[in-house]
C-alpha cells in the first residue's frame, strides 16, 4: 500500500496511462485476499516495487521504479542520517 495513492496516479496519467480500477490499502498493509481474487487477469496492473514483492504471481503487473533527486539540502540529510545512524 501507498500512503499517497493519489499522488500514484497522477504519475501515472502523466505518463499516458488510462487509470480503469484501483486497489487502496493503507501502507505497508496487506493486500486482502478476498480483492485480489476479484481483480481481472487480463488487466495490467501497475505497481510499485515495495508491493509487487507482496503481489500474487498470477496477475500481470508492471513496476513503477520511482528515483529520488535531493537537489538541495544535503549537509542536513547527511547530519540527519549521522544522527539517527551513528556508525
Given at each position: 500500500?501507498?500512503?499517497?495513492?493519489?499522488?500514484?496516479?497522477?504519475?501515472?496519467?502523466a505518463?499516458?496511462?488510462?487509470?480503469?480500477?484501483?486497489?487502496e490499502?493503507?501502507?505497508h498493509?496487506?493486500?486482502?485476499?478476498?480483492?485480489?481474487?476479484?481483480?481481472?487477469?487480463?488487466a495490467l496492473?501497475?505497481?510499485?516495487?515495495?508491493?509487487?514483492?507482496?503481489?500474487?504471481?498470477?496477475?500481470?503487473?508492471?513496476?513503477?521504479?520511482?528515483?529520488?533527486?535531493?537537489?538541495?539540502?544535503h549537509?542536513?540529510?547527511?547530519?540527519?542520517?549521522?544522527?539517527l545512524?551513528?556508525?
Amino acid at each position: 500500500g501507498l500512503a499517497n495513492p493519489r499522488s500514484f496516479y497522477r504519475v501515472l496519467g502523466a505518463a499516458g496511462a488510462c487509470l480503469v480500477a484501483g486497489l487502496e490499502v493503507g501502507d505497508h498493509r496487506a493486500f486482502p485476499a478476498r480483492a485480489l481474487s476479484r481483480l481481472p487477469q487480463d488487466a495490467l496492473w501497475v505497481t510499485t516495487a515495495k508491493d509487487r514483492e507482496r503481489l500474487p504471481s498470477n496477475l500481470h503487473f508492471a513496476v513503477l521504479h520511482v528515483e529520488l533527486e535531493l537537489v538541495c539540502g544535503h549537509q542536513r540529510l547527511e547530519a540527519l542520517y549521522e544522527r539517527l545512524c551513528p556508525a
